[in-house]
């Protein structure tokens, strides 16, 4: 560290910083120095990098050698610069302290303000600017927020001793004035040395030392303030949240003081600099004339509208929309401002990208490119994948306040984002049943099976106790973008008594509940939703997201209906058929496959399968049809057979009766199935190998459909796809019977139709001898889910338990995000890039694709382009983030060609922690697609949320 | 084909083939030749090689192009040599034609004599022989063989007509002479003829065609045979069983016919070289005066023994001897022999390697290095893992002969070698009960989990009704060298009626059964074993084998008495001591451990581990103890935590009273802690990553014991393992935890103790992650078990329903053993050998060893080597297996590192189709460790079996 500039200056038109240097200055410190550069009005100032503060904690809070000299020579530049001194009697340099990290982090330090007073330059200052009071309050704000904040001591305690000091003059003044009560700003300048004097008494009590007259100890004081307040409880909380991995630390930012309390040609305001809700190109904003920044953030007095603001100060005002066109001009984007007029004068103390809803996200982006500002690339790079979720599912309307933190029950996994309300049910049948009675149903389970898929269909929500991002639950509901939170491990359903608790609380069969799936939030009651609403720049900027993408986007689909929905949201051809989802479609279904699975040889097999097998054709048929001139990749049977049988005495029964065979046998039967790890167990294409009867009935089902819709001028691409493959003789002996038996239906119907045979790369094995499989398969579909099940040997459904630990940065930070939700591409990425590079150097050709749920995750998907796979598949709802995210990995792509050559940024070194953890973490500079900014913004639609059918 | 030689002819003193090409020509082939080339008397002849049988079946049961005309060549050498023309009506030749593959394959065709014989020949040998009695008792015989083995008529058939004539010359002789039975000697030339006539007509009403009178014919009929005869439903049975997978085919051997039965001076024997049984140097076996080989199977007359022989006819039996010394210097090995003496002069028609038991392999290879033939090498190589095993465990007293056979109730899989014989009971509880009353006892379960594994250890043998090879059942008995079949399907067991049924059969609790774990098979009632004996030869042959193996053996065990076992067996330390089976030890470890689940805060847990410290410390003392001077690999808690509760509503209450918390909440907790598939769950290192406080418990148990015992004097090299790593982030924070542990407590008991920390490389993301992991790591042991399950997606405990279809050459030929049994060196091997290399890259020092079940398998051993691991552990009583194994690979890789730069073998070609699987097969040309050399002859001690404790 010892040759490394730690601090850097801004002032008087120049600055050693610049924007681009966000990560090392901190996004504050970055937007003042760009400012600055660029010539606009911005206080002097110093900021102090996130390096030195990393170092600050490598070093056990230790300062890193030669820090003090630096800041030293700053402030005499400063004071250069200012003509003022720190801690002159006369007129001393009076300064801010902030904290400012790369991204937007609140929960850190608040400002200290009007550092540099003490017991004589309050006199400086009062003389200097003839306004007594207005030193002394300075004074005093300084010595609670100095105490408060740099020294920890109990805010309410110096606010206790100013509310007596009110209360003393109330009564004085109930006599003279009948004023009832008495503001701040009441206060009078005698009553406010008194203040000063007890708020002194009170630091020395508390402190033991006497307030600190040395401004250089105030200074040193703050700094090391901002520094602790990195890793305060509730900025570790906030990183958490937000996922903020990898962010090294926070700048401290030292700004000469403005003020707006100056009288009514002073003021502070915050703006953005086009409408943040709807993305309009207005301005857009509040001003509170003759206040400091703090006073607005404490909501004493309403402040004015920017309209408003031009009426009253039309030249402050216009200095202001200068800034803004610059700014918006020199950003090419939306920026959030700060700024203080003193006296006339306009300085700005902030700028920054500014938050905004999903939909103005888009119009934004779209307004911009048709301004000429940016090009199209840019534009799509800056939709988020919480961008498009956020226009597309309902939210809960943010209007009911407080009424919303109030109903607050409970948190569990934040499966599938959107809202939903309605009345709990504990099985599916009940689920059903409500629905058709008309009534919004949340579906409560501890963990849900195939078994209850119509009742999950028929919900409006699910909430389970236990699984994870791809549990069972979260992988049905994500399908049909139908709000889902799972592992809510505090839950406790007692499904005898049809109710569940939650500490003390209650909730039986027929309460309302609301889940958000965003945030994983349970609420008590209904509260009101807001439906989604596409905006038309959606379709504009999606229509450049395609034009932009190298890679095909597919989609997860096992119904004519979801096909056609997914086409609907762009998807090219069908990724991944799951056919076992349609065995329970129906009463004859399920009982069908049951009779299969209880026989006891390959005959009465047959018989049960030939049952199936005109059932299976017209879905099929369904399928061709809704992706007609499409791909339609089909996985046969993948599911252990004991997913399908019923588990409980009646319905073996049953089933004994229907089937006509004794119970005893079925039992026994259904016992035999059990298996102690199902995910490893007798299932995908080891059920063709054990019993071949079951991929001929699915192939020629497949192959019939196929047939007929080709006759009918349908355009079928049949891709017949054999799951858990973890061999390649294996492969070969199911792709000669696949072939054969498909052939053979081809040459029955007397139609052409062309098909492709290959296969999941879904198990370690088959991933590593690719080169041998893909000597036998048309194509590859790497299954990520069970993939990452095996690499890490982690079963998706019990990751619950111990998983948050994992993507705990502050506890272990071994995850960055949950290895099933984002794919792992260092571990799990290592091994589909070795399927890849194997499969091709056997078969150049080999089309591959991935149809886990990794495909609807963005990060994923760029990982998927730069892999060189040919296609990503998502669920339906998945389909649109994941054709913008391929559009963004192009772009990154060639970007990447390009800065190869390009020259280094100046200044843009990255700091040595970052580094590290950049290699693990590939985005790290990047805050994970952001939760927050889906939810802050309600949409503005009013149609009740509804479950898309 | 078309330039592939097809047929090699042997004669004269010369050979065209010889003893290296086995695989060519079969064993028998093989061995003619070779005997011819050194000058022993054998009959002409030629073989047809395998290739052609392999072609045959390649070309759907066509002959290759060229091969009448080849065979047609040799037929003219023969009788050039012979000076003896086929089908002549005056000395007509005549020959045997045999199948012969490269390994005794019984089940395929017998051999067919006297071919050439036809109404004319048969007078022409009649007039040639002066014995027309012989001419046409050889004629009856061919064309019974003929139409019986070559034309599949019935054998009955054939016999009931014999027995027809003979009652009739019965009936006849009894009225003349008073004779009760004629045996067949006693029918005279004319019933002869009769009896050719009566064969004639039987075969042309089978067959629809005359008896060939066409040697061309009937030899052609007979190579036909032959080939047939290679997929004959009892060979592929046979290969199945012996796991004789890549052998090609079988060869056809046509020979110039000995007689044997020309009167007193004639007869026919087999013998071997030395004792099969003991090993002795004694010429062992029996010889039938004036008999073909035919009638020392049928059994008819009793052989007399070599000693008589030589009595009888010295001058014959001195050229037997000559013969077994010149082919035991020849082939240095001890050789069975099948041989004919035609009128006084001896003549060869076999030769071969003598199959031997377990004992007298290790006396023969050791008495052949003392004799010089052979070098210590070659003796080490030729000790088969069945040998090791036979001398190691108790076997079914072979001497009760048919009762074995009558008792025989059902097949399970074989999971630990041995036998067993003792009362059924079905519950741990009643084993132990039983056991301490000194009753016998087999514990039957339909699957055993730790809670078992008190009864487990109490039982004699143990049968479970699922599972696989490397289930729990497996595991634990074979790390005692306990007999275990497992995955015994057929089972019902009702636990409630306390019996198990097998079809009808029903076997109650207390019935005595028997299990011979080396077969996997289940008999009713009790059968005399014999225990096993220590031959001195063992000791002589272990120490050479020592000294040539480059890698370490070490071995699992988790108690003192398991170490000392073990190291007596040669073990060099512990490469795994699994800390888990010390809480089912006795009642208040696993209340302890219990009570320490059931906590739901980290105070409640640390209370509870403080209970086991003192209990676990005192075990690690003892096997410190026991491991003087060698390193102790102690692996931290492992298996998820429901494996140590009660499932049962009984026991969670009797939990619940003792640890004084409500039943509801135990039953709520252990509710929870089910999972979907434990083995993918929160188990492992996710536990101490969970639950920090077991980790530091457990490891100031071991550091604790260490020091004391150092203190003591021991040398204590302890090395904890920390298992089911996925990540170096994880691996690092608990490496951190466990020294900061480990470094107090050698401070506190200011002794030098040095430790290790390391990693179990068992899932797919460390091996492929090595390379950061072994920054962090010590040492690396490949948990083999967990990652084959990983890598295959397959469930050890699951695999049985559907395991036996993959390793079925037959049905799918996926795998060549079981993948849990012997390591998957194609797929599981690529990861082992990619993470060592990654680590070794890290850190070249690193030390790497496999305590999988593997580490006990030869062919995993012998991996392990090549892939450079410093050593392997097995289960004490696999220790003497892997030190062998060890040997081995060292020999090989020797062996491997010297052939490249020697000459090729002279027409060792490898064919085609064995090519292509022995690169997926690497030991398809040795039939696999061989079940039946070791469980064809009973030690000869006579002490009862019993269990070790």
Redesign the interface.
Known sequence: MAKTKMVYFFGNRTAEGDGTMKELLGGKGAGLAEMTKIGLPVPAGFTITTEVCGEYYKNNRKYPAGLKEEVAANIKKLEKVTGKKLGDPVDPLLVSVRSGASVSMPGMMETILNLGLNDVSVQGIAKKTGNLRFALDAYRRFIMMYGSTAMGIDREKFDELFGKLKDTVTRKRLKIEKTKTVLDTDVNEEELEALIKSYKELYKKEIKKPFPQSPEEQLWGSITAVFGSWMAEKAITYRKVEKLYGVMGTAVNVVQMVYGNKGNTSGTGVCFTRDPNTGENVFYGDYLVNAQGEDVVAGIRTPIKLSDFEKKDPKAYKQLCDVRKILEKHYKDMQDLEFTVEEGTLYMLQCRTGKRSPAAAFKIAVDLVNEKLIGKETAVSRIKTSDIEGIFYPTIDKSQGPAIKSAFLVKGIDAVPGAATGKVCFTAERAELMAERGEAVILVRK?TSPEDVGGMHAAHGILTATGGKTSHAAVVARGWGKCCIVGC?AL?IDYTKKQFSVGTKIVKEGDFITLDGSLGAVYLGELKLVAPKLPPAYTTLMKWADELRTIKVRTNADTPYDASYARKLGAEGIGLCRTEHMFFDSEDRILAIREMIIADNADARKKALAKLLPIQTKDFQGIFKAMDGLGVTIRLIDPPLHEFVPHDEAGQKALAKTVGIPFDTVK?RIE?LH????????R?C?LA??YPEILEMQVTAIMTAACRMAKKGVKVFPEIMIP?V??A??LS?LEKLTRTVADAVIAKNGVKVKYLVGTMV????AA??ADKIAAVADFFSFGTN?LT???????R???G??LL??VDEHK????RADPFQSL?Q???G??VATGIQKGRSTKSELKIGICGEHGGDSESVKFCCRAGMDYVSASPFRVPVARLAAAQAAIEAKAAAGTAAASKKPGAKKPAAAKKTAAKKPAAKKPADSKTAAAKKPASAKKPAATKK
Chains 1, 2 share one sequence.
Do not use: C, W
């Not at 099940?789 to 079963?795: A, D, H, I, N």
């Open positions: 963990e491990e406790q026994q035999k298996e102690s790890n199902p995910m490893l167990g007798h995908g080891r190998i054990t858990l973890i061999d003789t294996e002996l879904e198990t370690p094995r590593l001898l069970d099940q095996m690499t890490l040997g982690m079963s459904d019990d990751a338990k111990f630990d994992y272990t930070g071994i995850f792992d260092e571990g799990v290592l091994l």
